[in-house]
């Protein structure tokens, strides 16, 4: 009888010991589970928010890249416009440069002072002026005028002597050129050139009267 208690003792204590260790076995596997499930759920959360990083600096670059590009094609157009406008205002300027040799009133003195500049650059006591065809009468007048200022005030006597060999263009806007003495050094005095000259000279002047100042621009010529 006792044995059997015994028996029936030791199978109790058995039972419990593996009953225990059952419990210490599921209690670590639920811990191992929950350790590894926050793992999981934290790499795939490091993972989520890695690709999410990468997709919103993807994004963001390739909106800066349009906001760039539009603002260069837009800067681009504006300054294509000005550039427009400009060279429409030294076209209409050469339209009437070129009106200008058929009115006697106005192109007579102006036709002298371009003469007369041009012995100042030439400094020296004879030179050749040549014109248009149809301008040599105008200019046989107005020579002797401007050898005359010219003396008056540079106290040097020149001989300007009229070319009538070789003419200007009679499409040309008029004007004239201007050779030494020895046919090497020429002042190009056509109204073409004055202008083109203006435009250069001028030209900065102009866009700071027509457009303002540029806030991209640091220096002026």
Do not use: W
Not at 99 to 118: F, N, R, T
């Amino acid at each position: 009888m006792s044995s059997t208690r015994a028996l029936t003792e030791d199978q109790a204590f058995i039972t419990k010991e593996a009953e225990e260790k059952a419990k210490e076995i599921k209690l670590k596997a639920d811990e191992e589970y929950e350790i590894e499930k926050a793992s999981i759920v934290r790499s795939e959360i490091n993972s989520i928010d890695s690709q999410y990083e990468a997709k919103f600096k993807k994004a963001f670059l390739a909106q800066q890249i349009t906001k760039s590009t539009i603002a260069n094609k837009t800067r681009l157009k504006i300054l294509a416009t000005k550039e427009e406008a400009l060279e429409a205002i030294f076209k209409d300027a050469g339209e009437e440069l070129a009106k200008l040799s058929h009115d006697a009133a106005k192109y007579k003195p102006l036709l002298k002072l371009l003469i007369e500049e041009g012995l100042f650059a030439l400094m020296e006591p004879a030179v050749t002026v040549r014109v248009k065809k149809s301008d040599v009468a105008l200019a046989k007048e107005v020579i002797p005028e401007a050898e005359k200022d010219f003396e008056s005030k540079s106290n040097i006597s020149a001989k300007v002597s009229l070319d009538e060999s070789s003419f200007l263009n009679e499409d040309s806007a008029g004007g004239c050129i201007i050779i030494n003495g020895t046919g090497k050094i020429e002042v190009n005095n056509t109204l073409k050139e004055r202008l083109t000259l203006l435009s250069k000279t001028a030209l900065p002047a102009l866009r700071l009267e027509l457009f303002g100042v540029s806030t991209s621009r640091k220096f002026f010529e």
